[in-house]
């Protein structure tokens, strides 16, 4: 059984940045792809980035340019750089695991396995 925990939620103000961290505890592979996913109240989840185990990446149009998502195998750890950051990006943020072989590093939230208990960003303008 994997667990995702992330950390490095907080409250900071428009413009400025945040770094998440996701520490997978369990037996993992490098080849899982894994993702960022966020929630708002009243909101659907929907997809932020993703990584797959050759280190491609895949972004939300709302946040590329701002976002970078990298992976530690390493250290089983899973980041999120998170750069002029807006108010709308205020949410619930999870981690996510894909542990398909072949996984696709979309944005279904039906084709993640492990699911952190998240961390709350707030961007205050």
């Known amino acids: 059984q994997l667990q995702p925990v992330e950390s490095g939620g907080g409250e900071v103000q428009a413009g400025g940045s945040l770094r998440l961290s996701c520490t997978v505890y369990?037996?993992?592979?490098?080849?899982?792809?894994m993702g960022w996913f966020r929630q708002a109240p009243g909101k659907e989840r929907e997809g932020v980035a993703t990584?797959?185990?050759?280190?491609?990446?895949n972004y939300a149009d709302s946040v590329k340019g701002r976002f970078t998502i990298s992976r530690d195998n390493a250290k089983n750890t899973l980041y999120l750089q998170m750069n002029s950051l807006k108010p709308e990006d205020s949410a619930m943020y999870y981690c996510?695991?894909?542990?398909?072989?072949?996984?696709?590093?979309?944005?279904?939230?039906?084709?993640?396995?492990?699911w952190g208990q998240g961390t709350q960003v707030t961007v205050s303008s």
């Open positions: 990584i797959r185990s050759d280190d491609s990446t």
């Open positions: 369990g037996y993992t592979y490098s080849y899982y792809c």
């Open positions: 996510a695991i894909d542990r398909r072989s072949f996984c696709s590093g979309g944005f279904d939230p039906s084709e993640y396995h492990y």
